[in-house]
């Protein structure tokens, strides 16, 4: 009996597209959820994730139930546990950070058996041969593993026609991110010199033969790259989306609570001067909307100020979300108007309303 058959290494070989997904919550429950969803693949991070060893195998594990091949990044491109990760049962490796075709050589070797390699021989204690229930592991294994180098800084793309020439690499993984970094535009993959940069390599990747993948948010960038010939892009991560709905989910839980308000009547017969000297001061921070006798501020954060003016008062109201800290806030508004007031002593006595 031969090793599993990879399905994974089939499609991109195939050149049939595969949609998948990042996984960094490190949780065999979220990683069951995910398999679930409808993705052709799912890469259980632990370059940027609190993965282990055992944390990986819980999570490859629930993935084999589905149709979802798990890919798995380890942290480094080490044979130590390149070896423990192939044991594990991990057929799919997505190594960062390969930067010359000396080390792409090197990495094949790791996944490869003696004597053409220097995986070390262990399988009757490992998961990936069903604990020694698979009699001909040792001599099919490498057919079915399959190999993926991240490409993901300036050095790495200079190398990238030589790594492409490498035997036993099965596909090149472009890393938008950290490429960005190296390049002088450290949190914007999005900077047109990145993204063409992008997309040259992964031109050059198709044009090898060698299987071309990805992981950006960006829709025009994911059509592009599957445009080009991409055969393995990853369109979401599972922290991101988890971050995402529960933030939304307690915005929305908090519409349901009355914002929050205190008012305040100052005895002034500048009020109007100082209602439109307030506004003019913060119209680049917030919408402004304000004449003679009545001003309001809105704030992107929710904070609101609105305030009406007549020859006697300046009538003050600070307004925040149910969970705003409103008492700050309206000494923010005290403050301002007590130095636009520096020529007359102000007295200030906020009411909270509700």
């Known amino acids: 009996m031969p090793a599993p058959?990879?399905?994974?290494?089939?499609?991109?070989?195939?050149?049939?597209?595969?949609?998948?997904?990042?996984?960094?919550?490190?949780?065999p429950y979220i990683a069951e959820i995910s398999a679930g969803a409808g993705f052709d693949w799912l890469v259980v991070d632990a370059e940027h994730a609190p993965n282990d060893l055992r944390s990986i195998i819980g999570?490859?594990?629930?993935?084999?139930?589905?149709?979802?091949?798990?890919?798995?990044?380890?942290?480094?491109?080490?044979?130590?546990?390149?070896?423990?990760?192939?044991?594990?049962?991990?057929?799919?490796?997505?190594?960062?950070?390969?930067e010359s075709a000396e080390q792409a050589r090197r990495l094949v070797k790791a996944v490869t058996y003696p004597p053409h390699g220097v995986r070390g021989v262990g399988s009757a204690l490992a998961r990936a041969s069903s604990f020694a229930g698979i009699p001909d592991y040792l001599k099919t294994a490498r057919d079915e593993i399959c190999l993926i180098l991240q490409v993901e800084n300036v050095k790495g793309i200079e190398a990238?026609?030589?790594?492409?020439?490498?035997?036993?690499v099965d596909a090149v993984f472009i890393g938008p991110s950290d490429l960005a970094a190296d390049m002088g535009h450290i949190g914007n993959a999005g900077a047109p010199e990145?993204?063409?940069?992008?997309?040259?390599a992964m031109r050059k990747i198709v044009a090898s033969g060698k299987a071309g993948g990805i992981l950006t948010l960006n829709p025009a960038m994911q059509k592009a790259c599957l445009d080009i010939g991409a055969t393995f892009v990853a369109t979401g991560i599972d922290v991101t989306l988890f971050a995402g709905a529960m933030r939304a989910a307690a915005k929305n839980a908090l519409?349901?609570?009355?914002?929050?308000?205190t008012v305040a009547v100052v005895q002034t017969e500048s009020g109007s001067r100082y209602l439109q000297q307030l506004?003019?001061?913060?119209?680049?921070?917030?919408?402004?909307?304000?004449?003679?006798?009545?001003?309001?501020?809105?704030?992107?954060?929710?904070?609101?100020?609105?305030?009406?003016?007549?020859?006697?008062?300046?009538?003050?109201?600070?307004?925040?979300?149910?969970?705003?800290?409103?008492?700050?806030?309206?000494?923010v508004v005290q403050r301002h108007i007590e130095r636009f007031a520096f020529r007359e002593t102000l007295s200030f006595d906020w009411t909270p309303k509700g």
């Not at 399905?7 to 990042?22: D, E, L, R, T, Y």
């Not at 979802?68 to 049962?89: F, M, N, T, Y």
């Not at 519409?255 to 308000?261: I, K, M, R, V």
């Open 5 to 27: 058959h990879n399905p994974f290494k089939a499609a991109i070989k195939a050149g049939k597209p595969q949609m998948g997904c990042w996984l960094g919550l490190a949780d």
């Open 59 to 98: 999570q490859l594990q629930v993935i084999s139930g589905f149709d979802s091949h798990a890919v798995v990044r380890p942290p480094v491109g080490e044979d130590w546990i390149i070896k423990q990760l192939l044991d594990g049962g991990a057929q799919t490796l997505l190594i960062p950070m390969v």
């Open 160 to 168: 990238l026609d030589e790594i492409l020439e490498v035997d036993g």
């Open 194 to 200: 990145v993204e063409e940069t992008v997309l040259e």
């Open 255 to 261: 519409t349901l609570l009355p914002n929050q308000e």
């Open 279 to 331: 506004c003019k001061h913060w119209s680049h921070k917030a919408a402004a909307e304000f004449d003679a006798t009545h001003g309001t501020l809105t704030f992107d954060s929710g904070n609101i100020v609105e305030m009406q003016a007549t020859p006697e008062t300046l009538t003050l109201t600070a307004k925040t979300g149910p969970r705003g800290d409103l008492d700050y806030w309206a000494g």
